[in-house]
């Protein structure tokens, strides 16, 4: 049970995490409230990076997948060391040098509006699943195996404690208490991972103890999780977002690689803390709950208030971020564009405030009909992942002819075949729906683009 000394931490950390949000509140204009009025320096980006990438449902995920599967996601550690070094290099500097609020905005300035607006309508849906949506199963597992609450309830409650602290604030006030969470989630999971692993009996009893097919890589399963996990980071809109709050060019990009190592060596040990917790748990324990359960009965008190708070910590730093930035699809994709072409910065703001709001809501309802924590990330990054990866990075990268036609088509195809495949469990030679919605996105792209009338010679730097 949770002692009376825990729940001080915990209820101090709340009020602490508060009330930072609160003194960094943003000022009333857009550039403030979505992208800190690009300002960030080195170590509160890389704080904020980290404390976004690595959240309550990638913790509790990661977690449950590695107790109900083993080393599922032992290749997921290098395919994204490998995808942030790529983003640290080639992206962040580039993208904090041609500006902007969102990922799709490059997508408007290459190919044309109608572009920029599937992608917004793509990116916010993958903003609600990966970010309130996942969160709030984070959240409400562990309300649950605190307090016994039903887990629904507890999304719901979690949900109203995430939107109310969210709209306090905005990417200052995002940042800057990222960069206590960032200390409070690394500390957590360190001494979390020490004392699971002491009780586990070390690595031997591990290795020894766990069904032989946990020491083996499910390779369909691990495809699907690297897809939906790690593919999207090449296009996250959060990542963006950062990229944008930077204070220059090198901060970007030098903040994204320091960033890139710790995020790794976290992954591992949630794989640790899973295959450990298979010596602990009983076989048939949920695995949303897995990380939560081991927190609560396995620390000692004190200690344990401090590893439920890293957790809550990672569940907030990660549920604000991916709101703000998914209500900044919104607001900058979808109304600017399509709605309302000429609204003031005032209009903007409140746009972005509502925004907030129902991506929360809607991120929530996703959580209380699907059935766990990586099914809602499969789901969410499926059809943005599938649409918009090829058209992205062609017009980032690539000095050649783009055609607004071909693209469009590309993205309406891909995003679709995707969900449509992911939502019928299709899998073929071991690969996932998304990859085949990559897979025909680039087919049309480059099929269309040299046949295209509209074809021209577009540079994302010059736009």
């Avoid at 300002?39 to 959240?55: F, P, Q």
């Avoid at 099914?375 to 002819?401: D, E």
């Amino acid at each position: 049970m949770v002692s009376f000394l825990d729940w001080i931490v915990i209820i101090g950390y709340m009020l602490a995490m508060v009330g930072i949000g609160v003194y960094f509140k943003t000022s009333e204009s857009l550039s403030s409230f979505a992208i800190a009025d690009k300002k960030l320096g080195l170590s509160v980006l890389t704080a904020t990076l980290l404390a976004t990438a690595v959240g309550g449902g990638s913790l509790t995920g990661g977690v449950g997948n590695s107790f109900a599967s083993g080393l599922i996601e032992a290749p997921k550690v290098i395919i994204l060391l490998g995808i942030n070094i790529f983003m640290g290099l080639f992206v962040a500097k580039k993208m904090r040098d041609v500006g902007g609020f969102t990922a799709p905005e490059m997508l408007g300035r290459v190919y044309g509006k109608n572009c920029q607006f599937i992608g917004g309508i793509f990116c916010s849906i993958y903003m609600m699943g990966a970010g309130p949506a996942m969160q709030s199963i984070a959240l409400g597992s562990c309300i649950h195996v605190m307090l016994g609450i039903d887990m629904k309830l507890g999304m719901i409650i979690g949900m109203i404690l995430i939107l109310a602290y969210t709209l306090t604030s905005g990417m200052w006030g995002v940042a800057m208490t990222d960069y206590v969470q960032f200390i409070f989630l690394t500390l957590g999971v360190l001494i979390t991972t020490f004392f699971i692993f002491k009780d586990a009996g070390g690595w031997e009893s591990i290795s020894s103890n766990v069904p032989a097919e946990h020491l083996k890589v499910d390779t369909t399963g691990a495809l699907k999780i690297i897809a939906a996990t790690s593919l999207p980071v090449l296009i996250d809109g959060n990542r963006y977002a950062r990229f944008y709050s930077a204070k220059d060019g090198n901060t970007a990009r030098l903040g994204t690689l320091i960033a890139s190592i710790p995020q790794s060596l976290l992954i591992i040990l949630t794989i640790v803390l899973g295959m450990a917790a298979v010596n602990l748990l009983p076989a048939d324990t949920h695995k949303d709950v897995v990380f939560s359960t081991l927190l609560l009965n396995y620390l000692p008190s004190g200690i344990k208030g401090i590893c439920i708070a890293a957790l809550i910590a990672a569940i907030m730093s990660t549920a604000d971020s991916y709101m703000l930035t998914g209500a900044t699809n919104f607001s900058v994709d979808i109304y600017k564009t399509k709605i309302n072409p000429n609204a003031s910065d005032k209009q903007m703001l409140i746009v972005t405030k509502i925004g907030v709001l129902a991506i929360g809501l809607i991120g929530l309802g996703f959580a209380l009909v699907l059935p766990d924590i990586m099914s809602v990330w499969t789901l969410s990054s499926t059809a943005y992942v599938g649409g918009c990866l090829v058209p992205m990075l062609y017009g980032i990268f690539f000095n050649k002819k783009k055609s607004y036609k071909a693209a469009l088509i590309a993205m309406l195809c891909g995003g679709t075949l995707a969900l449509v495949l992911d939502m019928k469990g299709f899998v073929f030679l071991g690969l996932p729906a998304i990859v085949y919605g990559v897979i025909l996105s680039a087919i049309l792209l480059f099929a269309i683009t040299p046949f295209a009338k509209d074809a021209k010679y577009v540079d994302v730097r010059n736009k």
